[in-house]
Nanobody
Framework: QVQVVESGGDSVQAGQSLNLTCAPS??????????WGWYRQAPGNEREGISC????????WYTDSIKDRFTLAKDDVRNALYLQMNNLKLEDTARYYC???????????????????WGQGTQVTVSS
């Protein structure tokens, strides 16, 4: 049974950092053959893709809203995907999820469909 578990979210002040972890069970990132990334959903907004990494080559994409502040990292041994978030801003407040991703020009990061194993996410709250 596949279960995707995100963790590491917290309530922090603007300018601080967090490191999110995605650690699925029932699958290994490498064996899926898919790129994986992070998404976020703020209250009243749709879920948006913000980052994506190819698991074999490690190529990364970031949306302009987080570029130069957030960094993806992957760990084949621990079967984990990380998102290092630096210089957090109020607008980063959202629930964060990980899932397979695909990238179109922009970059626009989209979920691979169909994907039915969305986790519960982890909440990041940034205050002034």
């Amino acid at each position: 049974q596949v279960q995707v578990v995100e963790s590491g979210g917290d309530s922090v002040q603007a300018g601080q950092s967090l490191n999110l972890t995605c650690a699925p069970s029932g699958l290994t990132f490498k064996e899926t053959g898919m790129a994986w990334g992070w998404y976020r959903q703020a209250p009243g907004n749709e879920r948006e893709g913000i980052s994506c990494i190819t698991w074999s080559g490690g190529r990364t994409w970031y949306t302009d809203s987080i570029k130069d502040r957030f960094t993806l990292a992957k760990d084949d041994v621990r079967n984990a995907l990380y998102l290092q978030m630096n210089n957090l801003k109020l607008e980063d407040t959202a629930r964060y999820y990980c899932a397979p991703c695909t990238v179109v020009s922009g970059p626009t990061i989209l979920p691979v469909r169909p994907w039915k194993y969305w986790g519960q996410g982890t909440q990041v709250t940034v205050s002034s």
